[in-house]
């Protein structure tokens, strides 16, 4: 089956650091994925849309200039949480849709806790 | 705009009992998909089903079913004879043309030995 990864899988960083995370599709081509965010014991909210070569389409109420995406090559695309406070310490998750099937797989998320 | 309700937020029961999950969803587009995924205390997505706006039929998988009614505008997901490894939170989501991925609140299933 279609595997997405995430590194890391949890990271801890100061306040005021910034933290990137990465997504991959291990066995397919994504030329689309989707970044979630869910805080504790609350849903999956989706923060934006990552499309290869092009730029990132934000959810409202997303800082774009907060959470910068790259998605660089079919099969990664990168978070980067800059400036980071403790109100963004969260579960992020990705998901990766496949170019051929157009099935998206879900990462198994980074857990990100800003002391 | 689209909306998915899960009107429970939590749910106990003692082990071999039944649990249903209420999904009620909204959307304008004509096609879209239906997803019930289970989230363990990992917190990793564990896909379980995915039903087309065009397929009515009730799906049976070993101890999970589920029941779509599109008059109703509901997805309904059952575990049948519930064990302890089913405690988890589950989410219905709704997935229409622009491919994003709407998500209920999720309930969460908690059960009891």
């Known amino acids: 089956g279609a595997v997405v990864s995430q590194h890391p899988s949890w990271v801890i960083c100061k306040s005021g650091t910034s933290v990137k995370i990465e997504c991959r599709s291990l066995d397919f081509q994504a030329t689309t994925m989707f970044w979630y965010r869910q805080f504790p014991k609350q849903s999956l909210m989706l923060m934006a849309t990552?499309?290869?070569?092009?730029?990132?389409?934000?959810e409202q109420g997303v800082e774009k200039d907060k959470f910068l995406i790259n998605h660089a090559s079919l099969t990664l695309s990168t978070l980067t949480v800059t400036s980071a406070h403790p109100e963004d310490s969260s579960f992020y998750i990705c998901?990766?849709?496949?170019?051929?099937?157009?099935?998206?797989?879900f990462g198994p998320g980074t857990r990100l806790t800003v002391t | 705009a689209q909306k998915v309700t899960q009107a429970q937020t939590e749910i106990s029961v003692v082990e071999k009992e039944d649990v249903t999950l209420d999904c009620v969803y909204e959307?304008?587009?004509?096609?879209?998909?239906l997803f019930w995924y289970k989230q363990p205390p990992s917190g990793e997505l564990v896909f379980l089903i995915r039903?087309?706006?065009?397929?009515?039929q009730n799906e049976i998988s070993g101890r999970y079913s589920w029941n779509f009614q599109k008059s109703t505008s509901s997805f309904n997901f059952t575990i049948t004879a519930s064990q302890v490894v089913d405690s988890a939170v589950y989410f219905c989501a709704l997935r229409g043309n622009d491919y994003k991925l709407s998500f209920g609140a999720g309930t969460t299933v908690t059960v009891r030995a």
């Open positions: 998901s990766a849709r496949d170019a051929g099937s157009y099935e998206q797989y």
């Open positions: 039903r087309n706006s065009f397929d009515e």
């Open positions: 959307t304008r587009d004509t096609t879209y998909y």
């Open positions: 990552s499309n290869e070569g092009s730029k990132a389409t934000y």
